[in-house]
C-alpha cells in the first residue's frame, strides 16, 4: 500500500473517531437515563399510592362509593405510557416508560360517584314513568318515544385513555315539561270524548224519541234505513290541537269530533215518516194550533145586523189547507179543511189577511217554523206549498175564497212562508 493511501485512510479514521465515540458515550448516556426513569417511576408509584389511601381514606365520605372503588380498582389499568426525549450531542432519543398514573384514580373516583347517583337517578326515572303511565295510560304510551331522549339521561363520559362509563342525569325540568304536556293532551282529549259521548246520547235519544211516533209496523225501515246512512248526520272532523313545549316547541296532534246534525237525521227519517202519515187527515174545522193561537173567538153582530162579517174558503179537491186569519199582523182565527171541503170564518169588522198552507198526509210530529210561537206542531207530510191573499177590509161583508182552478176567477194568492202565515 503506497504511503499516500495509508495516509488517507489515517486521516478518516482520525475525523471519524470523534463520531464512534460520541455514539458509544450516547448509549452509556442512555443507559444511566433509563435507570433514572426507573426511579422516577418508582417515585410516581409512590405518589399514585399515597394519592390512593387519601382518596380512600378522606376525600372518599360514602361507604358505598368506596366499596365501589375498591372493587373497580385495577392496577394494570392504572399504567400509562409516558414519552420523553434524551438528547447527547447531535443525537436525539425518544424514549417509553411505564408508570403509575394518578389521572386513574381520579377518573375511578368519579366512576364510583357516577355509579351510585346513577343507581338513584335510575329508580327516580323508573318511578316518574310509572306514575306518568299510570296517571296517562295510553297518552304516555304515545307520547313517551317522541320525549325519551331528553328523559333518560344517559350520556357517555370518557375519562382520559383508561375507561368509558355512563352516567344517568335526572332533568327535573325536562320531566315537568312532558308532564305538563301529558296533562293537557289528557285533559283534552277526555274533553273531546265527552263531547262525542254527548252527541252520540244526543243522536241514540233523539232516534227514540222520534221512533216512538212511528207505529210498530216502520220500526224495522226506520232502524234499516237510520243505521245505513247513520254517518249522514253523525258528522266525523279531524280537529287540531297545538301545545307548546319547552322540549319539543310547537307540538300538533288531532283528534276525531263527532257532532250530530239533527236537520240532516229529520231529512231521513221524515221519508218514512211519510208512508206512515201519508193517508192521514184531520176533520174539517180542526184546530191543530190551538196551543199557540188558541180557540177561535166567538164572533157577536154588529148592532142592526144578524150575520158578522165572514170570510169563507173553499179548499181544493185533491188538498188538504190550514187556513190563518190574521188581524194585525197576528193569527186571530185558524182552521183545518179536507179537500174539496169549506168553512166559514165569521169575523167582527175590520182589516184581515188570509194564508193558506197546502199538503196531504197529516203529520201530528213534524215541526213548522212560526214567528210567533216560535215553532208549532204538526204539518203536511207531501205537497206542501203555503201562500197568501192580499189585506182585504170586511165591513158588514162576505167574503169566499176558491182555492180550485176557475175560468175568469177574480183571486190569485201569492206565495208566502211559515213564518210569515203562522
Known amino acids: 500500500m503506497s504511503s499516500k493511501k495509508k495516509y488517507i485512510i489515517l486521516t478518516l479514521l482520525v475525523l471519524m473517531f470523534p463520531f464512534f465515540l460520541i455514539r458509544i458515550l450516547n448509549n452509556f448516556k442512555l443507559k444511566e437515563f433509563k435507570q433514572k426513569l426507573e426511579i422516577v417511576s418508582e417515585d410516581l408509584k409512590k405518589d399514585f399510592?399515597?394519592?390512593?389511601?387519601?382518596?380512600?381514606?378522606?376525600?372518599?365520605?360514602?361507604?358505598k362509593v368506596k366499596d365501589l372503588f375498591i372493587n373497580e380498582f385495577n392496577e394494570i389499568n392504572a399504567f400509562s405510557q409516558f414519552d420523553t426525549v434524551f438528547n447527547f450531542f447531535y443525537i436525539t432519543s425518544s424514549v417509553k416508560f411505564n408508570a403509575y398514573d394518578k389521572r386513574y384514580l381520579f377518573c375511578l373516583l368519579d366512576k364510583s360517584k357516577s355509579s351510585i347517583e346513577n343507581?338513584?337517578?335510575?329508580?327516580?326515572?323508573?318511578?316518574?314513568?310509572?306514575?306518568?303511565?299510570?296517571?296517562?295510560?295510553?297518552?304516555?304510551?304515545?307520547?313517551?318515544?317522541d320525549f325519551e331522549n331528553h328523559l333518560d339521561g344517559i350520556d357517555s363520559v370518557s375519562c382520559s385513555e383508561f375507561f368509558t362509563y355512563s352516567t344517568v342525569n335526572f332533568d327535573e325540568s325536562n320531566w315537568k315539561d312532558f308532564s305538563d304536556f301529558?296533562?293537557?293532551?289528557?285533559?283534552?282529549?277526555k274533553e273531546e270524548k265527552r263531547k262525542n259521548n254527548s252527541e252520540k246520547n244526543k243522536?241514540?235519544?233523539?232516534?227514540?224519541?222520534?221512533?216512538?211516533?212511528?207505529?210498530?209496523?216502520?220500526?224495522?225501515?226506520?232502524?234499516?234505513?237510520?243505521?245505513?246512512?247513520?254517518?249522514?248526520?253523525?258528522?266525523?272532523?279531524?280537529?287540531?290541537?297545538?301545545?307548546?313545549s319547552a322540549l319539543k316547541g310547537e307540538i300538533i296532534f288531532y283528534f276525531e269530533s263527532i257532532t250530530f246534525n239533527q236537520t240532516k237525521f229529520d231529512n231521513v227519517s221524515e221519508k218514512i215518516f211519510e208512508d206512515q202519515w201519508k193517508t192521514n187527515t184531520l176533520y174539517t174545522g180542526a184546530l191543530p194550533y190551538k196551543s199557540c193561537f188558541g180557540s177561535n173567538?166567538?164572533?157577536?153582530?154588529?148592532?142592526?145586523?144578524q150575520e158578522c162579517s165572514s170570510i169563507r174558503v173553499i179548499a181544493p179537491i185533491n188538498s188538504n189547507v190550514i187556513v190563518t186569519v190574521k188581524k194585525s199582523g197576528s193569527v186571530y182565527k185558524h182552521a183545518y179543511i179536507k179537500p174539496g171541503s169549506s168553512y166559514k170564518f165569521t169575523l167582527p169588522n175590520?182589516?184581515?189577511?188570509?194564508?193558506?198552507?197546502?199538503?196531504?198526509?197529516?203529520?201530528?210530529?213534524?215541526?213548522?217554523?212560526?214567528?210567533?210561537?216560535g215553532s208549532l206542531k204538526g204539518g203536511f207530510v207531501s205537497g206542501e206549498t203555503i201562500s197568501k191573499s192580499d189585506l182585504e177590509s170586511l165591513y158588514n161583508y162576505s167574503l169566499t175564497y176558491t182555492l180550485q182552478?176557475?175560468?175568469?176567477?177574480?183571486?190569485s194568492p201569492k206565495s208566502s212562508t211559515s213564518t210569515e202565515a203562522f
Do not use: V
Open 49 to 63: 399510592l399515597d394519592q390512593k389511601s387519601i382518596i380512600l381514606n378522606e376525600t372518599i365520605k360514602s361507604k
Open 350 to 373: 175590520g182589516k184581515y189577511q188570509t194564508f193558506f198552507y197546502y199538503g196531504n198526509g197529516w203529520n201530528p210530529n213534524k215541526k213548522i217554523r212560526s214567528s210567533q210561537c
Open 203 to 244: 243522536f241514540k235519544n233523539y232516534k227514540y224519541k222520534r221512533k216512538k211516533q212511528l207505529k210498530s209496523k216502520f220500526h224495522n225501515n226506520y232502524e234499516t234505513e237510520l243505521t245505513s246512512k247513520k254517518d249522514n248526520f253523525l258528522i266525523k272532523n279531524k280537529e287540531l290541537f297545538r301545545y307548546k
Open 297 to 305: 173567538p166567538k164572533c157577536y153582530p154588529p148592532s142592526g145586523y
Open 182 to 189: 301529558l296533562a293537557y293532551y289528557s285533559k283534552t282529549i
Open 119 to 145: 343507581t338513584f337517578n335510575t329508580e327516580k326515572i323508573k318511578l316518574r314513568n310509572n306514575n306518568l303511565k299510570k296517571k296517562h295510560g295510553k297518552g304516555y304510551t304515545k307520547w313517551y318515544p
Open 405 to 411: 182552478l176557475t175560468t175568469n176567477g177574480n183571486f
